[in-house]
């Protein structure tokens, strides 16, 4: 071929086209492409390889954002739906406990980092979800019902200062 092409043709999932640099076009009308070895397609366009590419990034940058939309909706629906699978779930004094205990947590982190006792590069400060997650999970609930859990505030898990003791109760701060 005198002059290089770039074809592009229908495929079933997104983007919905596909492309690539022709290196034949058959009798027929339907053209072999780089990267094919042993197919033909049925153009729907055929531009110069420079407009071509050009095209191609267009639609890669479009393919990419519609992949991160469809991550987030899936993100955003599973967080819904989620809720809905969960077997326990706070109460209201089960949500004022809990804010709490998390504001215990701050407060000993800092008492602790503010001495220099210790340090907080690898250890989060457990969130809400942390304990409904555990709830849900059975981890840390005795026969009677009662949630009792040692949350580490900081990286030192081998001294006792590094804990802060979450104790719920079932009916009173979950069901």
């Known amino acids: 071929m005198k002059h290089k092409l770039y074809a592009f043709w229908e495929h079933d999932i997104p983007p919905y086209v596909l492309g690539g640099e022709v290196t034949e076009i058959k009798s027929n009308g339907r053209v072999c492409v780089k990267g094919f070895t042993g197919y033909s397609f049925l153009p729907l366009q055929i531009l110069p390889l420079e407009e071509g590419r050009a095209k191609q990034k267009e639609i890669d940058l479009a393919l990419k954002n519609y992949k991160n939309t469809i991550k987030k909706a899936e993100e955003e629906l599973r967080s819904h739906t989620k809720q809905l699978s969960l077997k326990y779930t706070l109460t ?84």
């Open 92 to 175: 209201e004094i089960g949500h004022e406990h809990v804010n709490d205990f998390l504001k215990e947590c701050s407060a000993k982190r800092k008492e602790i980092l503010d001495a220099g006792i210790d340090t907080a590069c690898q250890t989060s400060l457990p969130t809400k979800a942390d304990i409904l997650r555990e709830l849900n999970d059975g981890e840390n609930i005795d026969d009677s019902g009662e949630y009792d859990s040692d949350w580490a505030v900081t990286d030192n898990t081998d001294e006792d200062f590094a804990y802060v003791k979450c104790r719920l109760a079932y009916g009173i701060d979950y069901r």
